[in-house]
Nanobody, 123 residues
């Protein structure tokens, strides 16, 4: 499956941004999806995951209550709604697809990765 993330950009602290990730090539609903991010000089970290059906979501503690992951299987798209953005949220955000059912916070559980989209948060 091929993945392409969209929606990154520059936003002020406290603002909102929605990332989208469009999947192609395989049946999208056969994959759990996840968002990860990597800031300069830091390791890639888990942000959020969603099950194949969309019924189960998981979040990193750092984004819980501020970010929302969702998916539209008819549109082959997974979203990451980011609210109350903080400077520490600035990173390159990556979407990933897993052949698992529920999704995972572990990056090695994901089989396909897209190129990232950069989010910059100004203070």
């Amino acid at each position: 499956v091929q993945l392409q993330a969209f929606g990154g950009g520059l936003v002020q602290a406290g603002g909102s941004l929605t990332l989208s990730c469009l999947a192609s090539g395989r049946t999208f609903s056969n994959y759990a999806m996840g968002w990860f991010r990597q800031a300069p000089g830091k390791e890639r970290e888990f942000v959020a995951a969603i099950s194949r059906s969309g019924g189960t979501t998981t979040y990193a503690d750092s984004v819980k209550g501020r970010f929302t992951i969702s998916r539209d299987n008819a549109k082959n798209t997974v979203y990451l709604q980011m609210n109350s953005l903080k400077p520490e949220d600035a990173a390159v955000y990556y979407c990933a697809a897993s052949e698992g059912i529920l999704g995972s916070s572990r990056s090695h559980r994901y089989d396909y990765w897209g190129p990232g989209t950069e989010v910059t948060v100004s203070s």
